[in-house]
Structure formats: C-alpha cells, structure tokens
Nanobody, 124 residues
Framework: QVQLVESGGGLVQAGGSLRLSCAAS????????MGWFRQAPGKEREFVAA????????YYADSVKGRFTISRDNAKNTVYLQMNSLKLEDTAVYYC?????????????????WGQGTQVTVSS
C-alpha cells in the first residue's frame, strides 16, 4: 500500500521558480525509482524527470533539461522537483509517481503508483 502526496504547486511568473515535493508512505521507498510527470488540459501525460532509488542517477525530458532538478531524501521518504526559469508551456498538473523498480524510464507504464497531482500555472 503506497500513497504519494504532491505539494508546492501554485501560480508563478515566467522566469520564476517553484519547488514541488512528493511525500511517500511505505517502508521501501528507497528501493524504487521515482518520477515526475505532467499533464496539461487536452494533452497526454508526459515525462518530466526521473531519479533512481539511491538518487545516484537522474534523467530529464529535453524540454526541462537545464532548468529542472529532481532529487530525493530517502530518510524523509520525499522526492523533489526544483523548477527554475519557468515558461508558459510548463503550465500543467504535475504528478509524482513510483517506478516499478530501482530504475525506471520515461514511459507512463513503467510506474505503478501515482499522486493526486499539484497544479503549476506559469503566467506571462
């Protein structure tokens, strides 16, 4: 039984920053890769970033590389997404997800548990 709860979303001006958090329940958090996805109205859910169970490896979508940073604190059962230089196209509901193993890729089906999502709106 796993529960993921995202927080930190809000309204930010273009060029600004925001830090999202995802708090996870469970005793085996450190054994699973974690990822961030986002979904805008009328669009499919898309991959944003992923991090391995230990935090030793990260991967980013080209659209956010250099601007976003994913990290995790296994002692706190929490994964973070630091978003800098935000653009209008970053506006979406952001979801935290647990991978199916120590490592996970960019596909939606590579993750088995999802949070409820947190809204991020970037204004001009």
């Amino acid at each position: 039984q796993v529960q993921l709860v995202e927080s930190g979303g809000g309204l930010v001006q273009a060029g600004g920053s925001l830090r999202l958090s995802c708090a996870a329940s469970g005793r085996t958090f450190r054994y699973y890769a974690m990822g961030w996805f986002r979904q805008a109205p009328g669009k499919e859910r898309e991959f944003v970033a992923a991090i391995s169970g230990s935090g030793g490896s990260t991967y980013y979508a080209d659209s956010v590389k250099g601007r976003f940073t994913i990290s995790r604190d296994n002692a706190k059962n929490t994964v973070y997404l630091q978003m800098n230089s935000l653009k209008l196209e970053d506006t979406a509901v952001y979801y935290c997800a647990r991978g199916r193993g120590l490592g996970a890729g960019t596909g939606v089906h590579e993750y088995d548990y999802w949070g409820q999502g947190t809204q991020v709106t970037v204004s001009s």
